[in-house]
């Protein structure tokens, strides 16, 4: 078997071992719908990227992800009764993008894969996974680096001192550079409970 195939079968796997009473179809459901989060976040946000980088250049960019981005990911949760956001193991804003342990695990993991050949924009997993607070179903989808991305999350070097100074203003704290085409920058994580 490809290992393609075989991490589909350790997903189902996991998922029938975490959602113990819930069939199939619910299972292959909740991964339609974590999906569809997780296309519409990206929809809007990069839809709205592209447009300000072609109006004004890579400077409203950072303010779209600054702002909008949040924006975004607050009412793509509500609407899907979940938390949707962008996560990372390299953050540019801790406060709002910073992994926790299970997205943690999953970032390594998708690194791993992407080091094996896998192309970025193809990996993703989900899980249900018991916590504390009760069961969830968790999904996490992988933000691949495109050419846009490059202005702002590519090497220092590269970048305008424009840029260099307003991400310096603006994330004081920022990790999120270095990046090359193709990298995985973080993931979309989709956590809905059950």
């Known amino acids: 078997m490809d290992p393609r195939t075989i991490r589909h079968l350790l997903l189902l796997c996991a998922l ?4 113990a009473g819930a069939t199939h179809d619910e299972r292959g459901a909740l991964i339609d719908e974590a999906r569809e989060a997780v296309r ?20 409203r960019s950072v303010m779209v992800c600054k702002y909008l981005a949040p924006e975004v990911s607050s009412t793509v949760s509500r609407r899907y009764g979940a938390q949707v956001k ?22 390594l993991e998708f690194d791993r894969r992407l080091a094996h050949g896998e192309k970025a924009d193809h990996i993703d997993f989900a899980e ?20 846009l991305c490059m202005n702002c999350h590519g090497a220092k070097e590269t ?7 307003q991400l310096a203003a603006e994330y004081p704290y920022d990790k ?3 990046y ?8 979309v994580s989709f956590k809905k409970p059950l």
């Open 176 to 178: 999120a550079t270095g």
């Open 16 to 19: 029938a071992a975490g959602a």
């Open 180 to 187: 090359q085409l193709g990298d995985v920058r973080g993931a």
């Open 159 to 165: 970048m305008t001192a424009a840029t260099q100074a």
């Open 40 to 59: 519409e976040l990206q929809q809007q946000v990069g839809g709205e990227l592209r447009r300000e980088y072609e109006l004004s250049g890579t400077l």
């Open 86 to 107: 962008r996560v990372s193991l390299r953050v540019r804003n801790p406060a709002l993008g910073t992994a926790d342990a299970w997205e943690q695990n999953v970032l």
């Open 128 to 147: 249900v996974v018991k916590e504390p607070q009760g069961r969830y179903f968790r999904y996490m989808k992988a933000i691949p680096v495109a050419e």
